[in-house]
């Protein structure tokens, strides 16, 4: 069964915290939300249940701590991606390569994210939801400033947004470890597929 | 709760046996495949777990149907749009508004058959696969066809139309109805996005 060793968790503490954590992102991808036991949960951490409502109170908060923490790297890697030293294009480039990377080498912790957000209460979706915009205003804002320099030509900003981080977010989906690209691969290629989505001008040696 | 009033499962007979496939869509979109019981397809069908039997084995003999309704549609959905007539540009523009307005318009049932995939048997599962490379297969000979002719400047053929066929399904992950774009509307921007991808000349009116 799969072994997630998702670093994105490494600042959640205590350690029991953080193994309920990703034993529950394991479990989730595997039977889905629903379907999953905290009993289940606390197996894949060498722990009992009684232990896991010491940490979560329950599976509910642990499937938000996974939404949160997935989101919150996602929308710190696209931030920083797109601040780097560089022109608009290069920064870009930056951004989705590194966000499509995250997005393969995290694909299990990414599909939960992404396919079982429905099951988050009202509350948490909500928190959730206005992470996902500030993920597409920096993307939306390298649009706009590519658009201010004349290096882009895009007539829907918000909607060519919306396409970019769709692309990248459904590596998640498709990617296998093993496949024919490694997750760089797909970053590289991916990038070049974006500046053209985006008008912009690309190296000739394609 | 969601009602499914899927059009590709209206060569399924007989009507039952339709009811049912519709209520396993709705089932299996709100709470998983492993966390659905038959009773409750049953239930969203108007009929006993009993009557149920009479149409399907097991749960996955409904996932199963299903995910092969909603591939054998999204391929014939695909070879037609690709063959209209045309330049290679205009099927590729062609197939790709139709695929996207497809995947957003059935986006429930589109969902349950990209993510339960890994529910099915292995035999429902090699065949289901091997539907999808006839997709691919599809869109790479577009690619290929374009790039014969000219008209596309496309250096990883393979890597590019996993690209485009993983943008169009994604739309069913985040599409909802009653948004800022209808079904069309996102069809034609992705059909401008991907003819861009794919080095197409396209029109100055952008």
Known sequence: MAETADESFGGV?????????LGAVDAFAERGFHATTTRDIAGRAGMSPA??????????????????????RSVVILQEA?????????RLDFAVRTFVRWHA?????????????????????AEIV????????????????????????????RGTA??????????ARWYRPGGPRTPEE??????????????APVPVAD
């Open 13 to 21: 503490t205590p350690d029991a915290a953080r193994r309920l954590l």
């Open 51 to 72: 232990a896991l409502y010491i940490h979560y109170r329950t599976k509910e908060e642990l499937l938000y701590q996974i939404s949160r923490v997935g989101h919150e």
């Open 105 to 125: 080498e995290h694909h299990t912790t990414a599909r939960v994210v992404q396919y079982e957000l429905s099951a988050l209460e009202d509350g948490h979706y």
């Open 82 to 90: 797109a601040a780097v030293e560089g022109g608009v294009a290069d």
């Open 186 to 199: 797909i970053g590289a290629l991916y990038a070049g597929l974006v500046l053209r989505m985006v008008g």
């Open 130 to 157: 206005s992470m996902r915009r500030r993920t597409e205003e920096v993307l939306r804002g390298l649009l706009e400033d590519g658009v201010a320099a004349g290096e882009f030509t895009v007539s829907d900003v």
């Open 162 to 171: 919306v396409a970019v981080l769709s692309l990248c977010i459904d590596v």
